[in-house]
């Protein structure tokens, strides 16, 4: 999984991004050693599914290099602690503290969150699953304003999707999963698209944002029964 890792920040790296994107971040980079101990921990395949995010949130993977890595569930409920850099051209109003990252993100907290509740150890999580986003890069526009991967300009979009969807199949032929589940749409899309000719089951289940209304309204109880909808009991 390291090799897969590595061969994505290296077809990443030569990308340039226009404006109205000021920034780009990459915690494959400055966040590299978290997400080894991550790999080291977790990816040891095969699991029986991997579930598959958009992009990193400012206060989630950009801090800790972790998919939904909100500060508290990955120093206290994943076990991981390391040292965080920070990126090249920091957005002042985007500032990368690692670990002692004062603000939560809601999203990560209500993924690990509902995992740790249903499986109460991460061994017993990661046993079945795996999380990954599908492009590791976070988006910023002068302003600070993040920009999602799907509103960038479409010669932009190309080798980034062509990248991604490249880190995207070979992760899912390492870890030999009957299903990938797109954290919401876009991820669903993309994974439809990276993983053709595959005989793997590809499902949706809400995204845990607040800008979700659907997650607004009990999101753990909705994406349990999505999951179930799709063939995966928890």
């Known amino acids: 999984m390291q090799t897969i890792t590595r061969q994505l920040v290296e077809a990443l790296s030569p990308l340039k991004f226009r404006p109205p994107v000021t920034h780009v971040y990459n915690p494959l980079t400055y966040a590299a050693d978290a997400y080894d101990q991550y790999l080291s921990f977790y990816a040891q395949g095969p699991k029986e599914a991997v579930f598959v995010g958009m992009n990193p949130g400012p206060w989630g993977m950009a ?71 599908y492009c590791p890069l976070i988006f910023f526009e002068a302003s600070g304003r993040n920009k999602t ?39 669903r899309r993309q994974a439809q698209q990276a993983l053709e000719g595959l005989d793997i089951t590809i499902g949706r289940i809400a995204h845990p944002s607040p800008a979700n209304p659907a997650a607004n309204k009990g999101w753990e109880t909705l994406i349990t029964q999505q999951l179930s909808d799709i063939g995966i009991p928890v």
Request: hydrophobic letters at 40%.
């Open 63 to 133: 801090q800790t290099g972790i998919p939904f890595g909100e500060v508290g569930a990955v120093r206290d409920w994943l076990g991981i602690t390391a040292e965080i850099g920070t990126p090249e051209n920091m957005h002042p109003k985007r500032p990368v503290d690692g670990f002692a990252c004062a603000k939560s993100e809601v999203s990560g907290r209500r993924f690990w969150g509902w995992a740790r509740k249903v499986f109460d150890a991460p061994e017993s999580f990661f046993k079945r699953f795996f999380v990954a986003n």
């Open 149 to 187: 991967p799907d509103k960038l300009k479409v010669k932009e979009r190309g080798p980034l999707v062509a990248a991604c969807n490249a880190a995207l199949r070979e992760t899912v032929l390492r870890l030999s999963p009957e299903y990938v589940i797109g954290i919401g749409e876009y991820a």
